[in-house]
């Protein structure tokens, strides 16, 4: 599972492409859930939590499952 969680990772960062096309992302650090539209914040191609701050978003473009449950697993091996 940790090496799943790995793969989707490499999809936070360098991806306001996806994110500007994809119709909801979450922080898994905050663990809100939100449409992309409510970014804000870059630094350079990676989107800013508009709630946290933190660069920990990821989209449902990644392939990832837009729930908390997800966010939390997230959090639990990123931070």
Not at 32 to 48: K, N, Y
Request: charged letters at 20%; proline letters at 4%.
């Amino acid at each position: 599972m940790e090496d799943y969680l790995w793969t989707l990772h490499q999809h936070s960062s360098n991806h306001r492409t996806a994110l500007e096309q994809d119709s909801l992302c979450g922080c898994f650090y905050c663990l809100r859930l939100f449409h992309p539209s409510l970014i804000d914040e870059w630094i350079d191609d990676t989107a800013c939590c508009p709630y946290c701050g933190m660069d920990a978003i990821i989209s449902e473009s990644a392939g990832a499952p837009m729930t908390k449950e997800f966010l939390q697993q997230m959090k639990d091996v990123f931070f």
